[in-house]
């Protein structure tokens, strides 16, 4: 499936057409160069799913969790800063892979092994308007 988002003004139906593509798969890996939107996108996704916290990045804290106003758990990950596999196994990646809360993974070719079945991979690209497109596999 492919989502066309022309601008920030179409961010919130393009994340509903993805949330419900996904149906009740929670477990999503974003994939994209720098500046892409993977964030961006993450943020918006966490505010349609009820987030009380406004998302930001966790590059430097890597796990970032926010809760919605049911006071459910989101977990959104970055693993930019991540060297070797051995480390996301030190912060116990795998509870967040295998628990019931949504899970929004940025940069997560390191741990692609590792990733349960039903894993969204959304793969975003930007054209020469500065569209962001989504595939999403």
């Given at each position: 499936?492919?989502?066309?988002?022309?601008?920030?003004?179409?961010?919130?139906?393009?994340?509903?057409?993805?949330?419900?593509?996904?149906?009740?798969?929670?477990?999503?890996?974003?994939?994209?160069?720098?500046?892409?939107?993977?964030?961006?996108?993450?943020?918006?996704?966490?505010?349609?799913?009820?987030?009380?916290?406004?998302?930001?990045?966790?590059?430097?804290?890597?796990?970032?969790?926010?809760?919605?106003?049911?006071?459910?758990?989101?977990?959104?990950?970055?693993?930019?800063?991540?060297?070797?596999?051995?480390?996301?196994?030190?912060?116990?990646?795998?509870?967040?892979?295998?628990?019931?809360?949504?899970?929004f993974m940025e940069?997560?070719?390191?741990v692609e092994e590792?990733?349960?079945?039903?894993?969204?991979?959304?793969?975003?690209?930007?054209?020469?308007?500065?569209?962001?497109?989504?595939?999403?596999?």
């Open positions: 499936m492919k989502i066309l988002i022309k601008d920030k003004s179409h961010l919130h139906s393009a994340v509903k057409k993805l949330l419900t593509y996904a149906g009740d798969n929670k477990i999503f890996a974003f994939y994209g160069s720098m500046g892409a939107g993977k964030t961006t996108i993450i943020k918006v996704i966490c505010e349609e799913l009820g987030a009380i916290d406004i998302a930001s990045s966790p590059t430097f804290t890597l796990v970032n969790e926010y809760k919605t106003s049911t006071g459910e758990s989101i977990y959104h990950i970055d693993f930019y800063r991540i060297k070797k596999q051995e480390e996301v196994f030190d912060f116990g990646v795998e509870e967040y892979l295998t628990g019931d809360s949504y899970c940069w997560p070719e390191l590792i990733l349960p079945p039903g894993t969204l991979n959304i793969r975003i690209t930007v054209d020469e308007q500065e569209h962001r497109i989504l595939e999403v596999s």
